[in-house]
C-alpha cells in the first residue's frame, strides 16, 4: 500500500503493520517476567535470537498486530522480516 492509505497511528507512523516481521533490540525470553517496565529494550537473554514482532505478508491477518511476537537469531535474513528505522527523543 503506498504511504498515507492510513492513517497515522497515535505516534505519526504509518503502515506499521503487515509488511515484513520488524526486528526489534530486545533479546528473547520466553516470557515477560522480569521484562523492563519503562519500554526500554530488554537485553538479557537468549541475545543470539531477537524479538520480531508485527507479522508480515506471507502470515495469517490475525499475526498483523504489534502484539504478535516471534524471535528470530539475528545472524539470519528472509524476505519477510525488516526494520524501521527509529530514533530516542525525550519530550
Known amino acids: 500500500m503506498p504511504v498515507d492509505t492510513f492513517e497515522a497511528n497515535p505516534w505519526g507512523l504509518y503502515n506499521v503493520h503487515g509488511n515484513v516481521w520488524e526486528w526489534t533490540e530486545d533479546c528473547?525470553?520466553?516470557t515477560y517476567y522480569g521484562a523492563?517496565?519503562?519500554g526500554s529494550a530488554r537485553?538479557?537473554?537468549d541475545c543470539r535470537e531477537?524479538?520480531?514482532r508485527g507479522g508480515s505478508w506471507i502470515d495469517d491477518p490475525r499475526m498483523?498486530?504489534?502484539a504478535a511476537r516471534n524471535r528470530a537469531l539475528s545472524d539470519t535474513r528472509?524476505?519477510?522480516r525488516g526494520f524501521r528505522v527509529v530514533r530516542t527523543f525525550d519530550p
Open 43 to 45: 537485553i538479557s537473554g
Open 28 to 30: 528473547w525470553n520466553g
Open 36 to 38: 523492563p517496565t519503562d
Open 64 to 66: 498483523l498486530r504489534s
Open 78 to 80: 528472509a524476505r519477510y
Open 50 to 52: 531477537r524479538v520480531v
